[in-house]
């Protein structure tokens, strides 16, 4: 690549720090940090949004708006007929939860006078309560969501009241829209980490059933007991399309898990079942592998990790997926088969020539102490366990009053009501995240690729690459154990942010050169201390073909620079720098 080409790229790379990004009718102000008050604080958006013909998409997520901003962007959308996909995830961190419903209304009202016609709603990560799904009721009653296709909700704690309400909302947008010819068709529906336990669960099983056209479900840690889960087993039967459905940390039990196993013997479409950390029990796995080898003919991955499942169970699941030529993982960590368990699943996995497509079993339970007991017991200790849980959480409840909107405070609530008190304690990435260390990496265990995964945000260009710098600040090259970690668990969540179509190569480089100190911030984001792992797993990920080539010249025209917030690195430095230029495509 020549000298100019590789300037034209860092100009580029500068533009993409512009406050917006415009891209085939989207607007965006994504990830830039900002603290957004009034009328005033927002002109210069507003204005543009005033001048972008055919406006289809803006971008407001990781800012955060105070209502006379919301509502001053909401009089710029006013005239907007063509606008379609609202994202707006995080972007009322730091309010108080009595702003976020006013603020919600005004942008609501603005849409629905613009005639516009939704197809994307993303207010995920904003912590807003049954209130804030107030503020957005009338928009997904109106016309404007007659279009609707994805609506992502996910972390918003929403609770069992805002669970009701939004189902409540969807039902009357089916019946309106099914009144003028063209019913709700919502394809994607993401609500994990809300709460909404066995009563909103039901409402919106509702929801559900009614529609029909659902590709993707996705409600996991929502403290969703049995009832729940029968009532969404229900539903599921009456979405044929269905491609992913994701119940993570939830508690089946035997009778949510043979109810589902039913269910999914109407669908034939399922590509993605993720029933993790949902204590399915021998019962109810051997009633979905009942389900697996009947039917699923284009089945992709099956999760029943975490689960209580013994070695006999475990063996009907490893042979059902016998003739699945679709499948590329079945996991099955973390439950009751015992060494000798273990084996079996794993010999009968190599017999069948999938052994590369089962996941670790490192974290295995062991065989149950009391295995002996008959079914009737066994149905018996069942409910008690659901009695308590049930009792547990309503004693562990609070109102969801108001306050700020503390993330943090927020994330900790909702595990505590959403974890069931009899799976397994996950291992915990968020204190890995927040204070790094080479032992806590090694103790997530061989899941700790999936669950860093699960944990990080690749939407956001910033926070991902915070992440990379968390994780990459551990790597130790005199010690293959912690070094593999840190390159499988990087790999893993670099390979889903480049295939997440929203997420951007060019915004992803300049965030890690602005934490690096090589570029100055409008936002004021305050550089890292770089050590040798940062720049030695990045040397590792620009070789990777998920890395895009053209990012390659951009890396390597800031890094030959003569910057002292690198000369710490020593030889990981000269080693990116000779990596970086070898990679550069000749011009």
Not at 393 to 411: N, P, V
Request: some cysteine; charged content about 30%; proline content about 4%.
């Amino acid at each position: 690549m020549s000298a100019t080409m590789a300037t034209d790229i860092v100009a580029q790379l500068a533009d993409s720090l512009a406050k917006a990004g415009v891209e085939e009718g989207e607007l965006s102000y994504k990830g830039q940090g900002r603290k957004l008050d009034d009328a005033k604080s927002v002109e210069e958006i507003v204005k543009e949004i005033q001048d972008f013909e055919g406006l289809r998409a803006l971008r407001l997520e990781g800012n955060t708006f105070g209502v006379e901003a919301a509502q001053a962007i909401a009089k710029a959308l006013e005239t907007k007929s063509t606008f379609k996909q609202c994202y707006w995830s995080d972007m009322f961190t730091g309010r108080l939860r009595s702003e976020i419903p006013p603020a919600l209304n005004s942008l609501g009202d603005a849409l629905m006078l613009a005639a516009a016609r939704l197809t994307v709603i993303d207010l995920s990560d904003n912590a807003f309560g049954p209130d804030g799904v107030k503020g957005i009721e009338k928009l997904l009653k109106s016309s404007a969501c007659h279009t609707l296709q994805e609506l992502r909700l996910n972390n918003c704690g929403m609770g069992i009241g805002g669970g009701k309400i939004l189902a409540a909302s969807l039902i009357y947008c089916h019946k309106t829209s099914s009144a003028e010819g063209g019913p709700l068709s919502l394809k994607v529906f993401v609500a994990g980490r809300n709460r909404l336990e066995n009563d909103g669960a039901i409402a919106l099983a509702q929801a559900f059933q009614l529609m029909g056209s659902l590709e993707e479900i996705h409600m996991p840690q929502n403290g969703i007991n049995h009832p729940g889960v029968t009532a969404l087993a229900k539903a599921v039967q009456h979405n044929p399309n269905l491609r992913i459905l994701n119940l993570n940390d939830n508690t089946f039990t035997d009778k949510g898990g043979i109810a589902m196993a039913q269910a999914l013997k109407h669908i034939s479409n399922i590509q993605v079942i993720n029933f993790g950390d949902c204590l399915v029990r021998p019962a109810g796995a051997i009633a979905i592998a009942e389900t697996v080898s009947e039917g699923l003919p284009i089945l992709k991955e099956l999760n029943l990790s975490f689960c209580e499942i013994t070695d006999e169970a475990a063996l009907k699941v490893t042979q059902a997926v016998k003739h699945k030529d679709t499948l590329e993982k079945l996991d099955l960590n973390g439950n009751c088969l015992g060494e000798n368990g273990c084996k079996a699943v794993q010999d009968v996995m190599e017999e069948m020539n999938m052994g590369r497509l089962l996941g670790s079993l490192s974290d295995d339970e062991g065989e149950p102490e009391d295995d002996d007991d008959d079914e009737e017991d066994d149905e018996d200790d069942e409910d008690v366990d659901e009695e308590e849980i049930e009792e547990e959480e309503e004693e562990e409840e609070e109102e969801d009053g108001g306050g700020e909107d503390e993330d943090e405070e927020e994330e900790e609530e909702e595990d505590k009501f959403s974890t069931p008190s009899s799976a397994p304690k996950p291992p915990d990435v968020s204190s890995f995240l927040s204070f790094p260390s080479p032992d806590k990496l090694l103790k997530l265990g061989d899941r700790r690729a999936y669950l860093i995964e699960q944990r990080v945000d690749v939407t956001d260009t910033m926070k991902t690459a915070e992440a990379f710098l968390k994780i990459s600040s551990v790597y130790k090259d005199d010690n293959q154990e912690v070094k593999d970690a840190v390159l499988d668990s990087i790999d893993a969540l670099l390979k889903k942010a480049y295939s997440t179509p929203s997420f951007q190569g060019f915004s992803f480089v300049s965030s890690l050169l602005i934490l690096f100190g090589l570029i100055k911030s409008e936002d004021k984001v305050k550089p890292v201390v770089v050590v040798p792992g940062h720049l030695q797993t990045l040397e590792h990920v620009v070789q990777q073909d998920y890395f895009p080539k053209e990012n390659v010249a951009v890396l390597e025209a800031f890094m030959s620079r003569n910057d002292k917030a690198l000369d710490s690195c020593g030889n990981a430095r000269t080693l990116l720098q000779s990596t970086l230029h070898s990679l550069k495509s000749p011009s």
